[in-house]
Every structure is written in structure tokens, then in C-alpha cells.
């Protein structure tokens, strides 16, 4: 039996390394996949699968609406649309190809013919969320990055449809309501810890680190910064 994959082990993941590098002991629990990913985790990347349609056509409204140039200043140029409408294009084609490609790559490792046709965009998000959710539990378990650790780089096809998720989620800000938890992050020590309704952890929104936290874990994080803060003012 091996560990689930997801970001349910973060914190586990953590504290497993830190354990290998100073032998410091820990209590957190860990997931395990059944086989591969954990019940939970399958449960998310089929809910994300679903839902991505309909993003989709949301950020498309971005398009349409379109984002007014900057002309004045240098600071960050580089991150404003040049054209209106242009950052919704940029994700609708990053999330769109990354779809095409998924299920071109699934095509090809079951043996199964390629993607035929080159209809409407719609038509093909259509066809492409259709065709992955029929496979998708086998992606999870069989795809040769299944196992692979999620986080933005990751190969996992859990992963990357919770990459193209959240970052339509984002760009519609249809993010649930968060509690940002002002103080650093344990990992990457960034300000980056939030907790959104209804969640069991706190979640490092560092796409890079993606860190989880119980509360208790939180707490005793924090106590951790002030006692060093004490001795550091003394």
C-alpha cells in the first residue's frame, strides 16, 4: 500500500522529510491510496473534470468583456494584456490544449484511436471532458505519472486538472470566501497560509508548495514563531 499521491500528504510528506533530515518525530497520519490516490482525491479530480466546461465559458465572458491596455508606467508592463481580452485567451488556450493533450496522451498509452475532427472549441472541451471522465479512473491508477507527487509540474493527471481548476477558479474569482493566516508559511515561509469555508486545513496557496495544516498543526506553528520571536527580542 503506498501513499496517496494528493495534497491530502502534504503535511505528512513534510513532516516525513524533516523526520529523515534531524530524526525528528511526528504523529501526523497519513492517506493512503486505494490503489493509487485516496477516495477523496478521485472524488475532487472527477468533481474539477466536470466543472471545467463551464469555467471555461466563464473566462470566455472575460474575452468578450476584454481588459483595458496600459499605457502609462513600467512596472509590470509585462503582465498586462497587450490586446483586450487577451489574458482570458491565454488561459482558455492553456487550459483547452492541456485538455486535447491529456486525452491525446491517454489515447495513445490505451491503444485507442486518435482524436479525429477539429470542430468548435466548445465542441472539443465537450468531447475531451466526455472522454476523460470515462477514463479518468483509469488515469489515476494506470497512467505512469499517477504516482507522481501533485503540484503544478507534475505529470499526474490528478494534478493537472486541479492546476487548470484552480486557476479558472482564480481567473473567475470564484475562489470560496478565504481567511488569510497572516504569518509564514512552515515550507516556503511565504504569506500565503488561507483557509476556505467548509475546509478541514489550511492551505498554502503557493503553487509551488501547496503545504496543508491542521488546525492543531497550525497552532502549534504559530506558538513555534512567537516563542522564537520572544527569545529573539530578549
Known sequence: MKACPGTCNNAWRLAEAQQATDDTRHDIPVTWGQPVHCPRCTHRAHTQLAELPELIVAIGLEALHGTAPKNTGT????????????????????IVGGLLELEDDIRELRSLNARTGHGSEGRNVTAAVRFLTAHLDWALTEHPAA???HDR????????????????????RRDARLEHH?????????L???????????EC?????????????????????AGEHRMATV
Open 75 to 94: 512596472i509590470g508592463r509585462v503582465h498586462i494584456p497587450a490586446w483586450p481580452g487577451q489574458a482570458a485567451r491565454m488561459m482558455t488556450d492553456h
Open 192 to 202: 500565503t497560509l488561507y483557509r476556505a469555508d467548509g475546509d478541514d486545513y489550511i
Open 153 to 172: 509540474l507534475s505529470a499526474n493527471p490528478a494534478a493537472q486538472i486541479t492546476t487548470w481548476h484552480r486557476a479558472a477558479q482564480r481567473f473567475t
Open 147 to 149: 504516482g507522481e507527487i
Open 182 to 190: 497572516r504569518v509564514p508559511c512552515p515550507r516556503c515561509e511565504l
Open 205 to 225: 496557496r503557493n503553487i509551488n508548495c501547496q503545504l496543508l495544516l491542521t488546525p492543531g498543526e497550525y497552532h502549534d506553528h504559530t506558538h513555534q514563531l
